[in-house]
């Protein structure tokens, strides 16, 4: 019985991301005729809407997709990733976690088809223009977009469904290989939107008036593809472990024995270390999307960065600060799980006090909201000692330490069940405090003398090397304690012994992984301003202007709460399949 | 003592070291290969 309703679910989910690739497929072939140049639109090119927000509408379905996309891009990464290293390892418990992965994001896969297809209609509907204009450019690409999604609909049967049958022997190695096929198959379908998407910001193969030259290569590969591929890429796996986290964390809480617990322990530490360890490269995605931007168009970097969107990367840095207070609070109460981590606890309130200091440098605004008296009792439109601070030269410094800090918390973490014996430890102890205190003096020089003393070139490409100062600690201080741990002393950790507070923090970085991804994603798109395809195609419906911080917060929040409404009925959808199978 | 020396000599070492990244970093050629403007 409990087979017939898998294969019966599996039916549904490659039946629905068929339809949505059938759907686009014949879209784009049916409408991809030559178009001379981009058409000037008036305000008749777009259909009446019969009271609905266009824009409204397109953004809502555009951001669920845009979720429901992510988490099923990155779970099936999680899950190869925690398969291969369940084979080299020759634990099971990997196999098990990454199985149960796989079983929350199936329903998903379904969710995130049937969004695609309300985004794909509410385009055609609400701005069929555009749609007939891209079709004209990428049309090929659809093929491509087809293919990848019915080859990822097979893998995605064959890798779940063979899971038992394949699970010994050279099948083992088959199954990981089907995992690559899906894996590649939808990393391809996510490179293919993002040409769409960042051609509309970045046009390139066009001239002014829209005119295509015939290299569609050139199209595919304008300024912000591959920084958006590599951000996109990274961010959906840190996105994929946040999710599964809350789902142990939600598993963990309502555990009803201490073997659950413990698994559902591990299993949320797992996913989370994956979402953690994938955030620490993603600024670094970041400057370089950004840089691109900047490169592309000087205005359209201004714009995001220097006016009124520049109030939206303060609430991010609200949002990742509470993000990395949570992860911090999440390994320091994993002290408690090894037998040596009370001798750390004592390290808590110095890291905890740098991090709330790297928070507040992060988050001080620039430019103030003021009353002309509070403006006058000022001094002017800047704090005279706090202005500086809200400068991207301070946040980056402030960013990076706090890399650093949370790694640090992660060192003592790994720690807490191990001593190391070789004769040269306190040597290569003093060696990592060495390593983080020149680095942590170097991300400052950088930001300080580079950032204020220099030009304007060196401030913004000083952030790179302050970044690889920040992945080298990473790397060397890994590689010393690697060396270090040989032959130490350990007990094992005792999963399950986490407070119930600290599955919350789990819940949090879901939470705040969600409404950033929201957040950003607006700023991204917004700052295309009154153009559907920067500076060649002109936006002339009535909802071409940006809206106000306040309303796109709104929407994004009430986006955020439907979503995870969504993702916690998937939770218990999931927990019900897992409890009928047991039974 | 030795620990502490130990401590003094790794920031000297991994702070040249820091420094001869940040200058190869900061050179525009070397930032040609991230950034296409």
């Not at chain 1, 080299?88 to 297809?117: M, Q, W």
């Not at chain 1, 006058?376 to 030269?393: E, I, K, N, S, V």
Request: charged share 10%.
């Amino acid at each position: 019985m409990a087979l017939s309703n898998k294969r019966l679910s599996i039916i549904k989910v490659v039946f629905s991301l068929s339809f949505f690739a059938f759907l686009l497929a014949v879209y784009f072939f049916a409408s991809g005729q030559p178009v001379v140049s981009a058409p000037v639109l008036g305000a008749l090119d777009y259909p009446a809407t019969h009271g609905v927000n266009r824009r409204l509408a397109v953004w809502m379905a555009a951001q669920m997709h845009l979720w429901f996309a992510a988490f099923v891009l990155a779970v099936p990464i999680l899950v190869l990733i925690l398969e291969f290293i369940g084979v080299i390892k020759k634990d099971k418990r990997y196999d098990r976690v990454a199985c149960e992965f796989l079983r929350v994001s199936i329903t998903a896969f379904s969710l995130t088809a049937i969004t695609g297809a309300l985004l794909l209609l509410s385009l055609i509907v609400f701005y069929p223009q555009l749609m007939k204009y891209l079709a004209s450019i990428f049309g090929p690409t659809a093929l491509f977009y087809a293919l990848f999604f019915l080859f990822e609909s097979a893998t995605l049967y064959a890798y779940y469904y063979g899971w038992g049958r394949m699970s010994e022997g050279s099948l083992k190695w088959v199954h990981l290989l089907i995992g690559l096929g899906l894996n590649t198959a939808g990393t391809g379908l996510m490179f293919v939107a993002n040409a769409w998407v960042t051609f509309m910001m970045t046009p390139a193969g066009v001239d002014v008036s829209g005119v295509f030259n015939g290299n569609l290569w050139e199209a595919v590969n304008n300024h912000l593809w591959s920084p958006m591929n590599l951000h996109r890429f990274i961010a959906n796996i840190a996105y994929g472990g946040s999710i599964v986290g809350a789902y142990a964390a939600y598993r963990y809480l309502s555990a009803a024995n201490e073997k659950e617990r413990a698994h559902y322990d591990w299993m949320g530490y797992t996913s989370s270390l994956i979402a953690i360890g994938a955030l620490l490269p993603l600024p670094f995605a970041g400057y370089w999307l950004t840089a691109e931007i900047y490169s592309y168009s000087q205005q359209m970097g201004i714009t995001l960065m220097g006016g009124v969107f520049a109030w939206l990367f303060i609430v991010q840095a609200v949002l990742i600060g509470a993000l990395f207070l949570a992860a911090n609070y999440y390994l320091w109460c994993g002290f408690g799980r090894g037998s040596y981590g009370e001798r750390y606890l004592g390290y808590v309130k110095y890291i905890a006090f740098v991090i709330a200091i790297c928070f507040l440098v992060w988050f001080t605004p620039h430019t103030l909201i003021l009353t002309p008296t509070e403006a006058r009792a000022l001094g002017g439109q800047y704090h005279p000692y706090l202005g500086p601070l809200g400068l991207m030269p301070a946040k980056n410094t402030a960013v990076n330490i706090m890399l650093l800090f949370t790694f640090l918390s992660f060192l003592l973490y790994r720690r807490s069940h191990r001593t190391p014996t070789v004769a040269w430890a306190a040597y290569g102890k003093a060696a990592q405090a060495g390593l983080f205190t020149a680095a942590v003096i170097n991300i400052t020089f950088l930001g300080v003398y580079y950032g204020y003393f220099t030009n304007t070139l060196y401030k913004v490409a000083s952030s790179v090397p302050q970044v690889a100062t920040t992945l080298f600690v990473i790397v060397a201080c890994l590689v010393i304690e690697a060396f270090m741990l040989r032959g130490a002393e350990r007990t094992e950790f005792r999963w399950g012994r986490m407070p119930g507070r600290s599955q919350y923090a789990l819940l949090l970085i879901a939470v705040s992984f969600t409404w950033l991804m929201g957040l950003m994603g607006f700023v991204r798109s917004a700052i295309r301003q009154h153009w559907h395809v920067y500076g060649v195609m002109r936006d002339a419906s009535a909802e071409a202007f940006t809206p106000s911080i306040a309303y796109a917060a709104k929407v994004v929040s009430i986006g955020t709460i439907i979503f995870m409404s969504i993702i916690v009925f998937i939770f218990w959808l999931s927990s019900a399949g897992r409890e009928a199978s047991d039974e | 003592m030795k620990t502490v020396l130990a401590f003094i000599i790794s920031i000297a070492g991994f702070g040249a070291l820091f420094f001869i990244i940040d200058v190869i970093l900061l050179n525009a050629q070397g930032l040609s290969f991230i950034f296409r403007g």
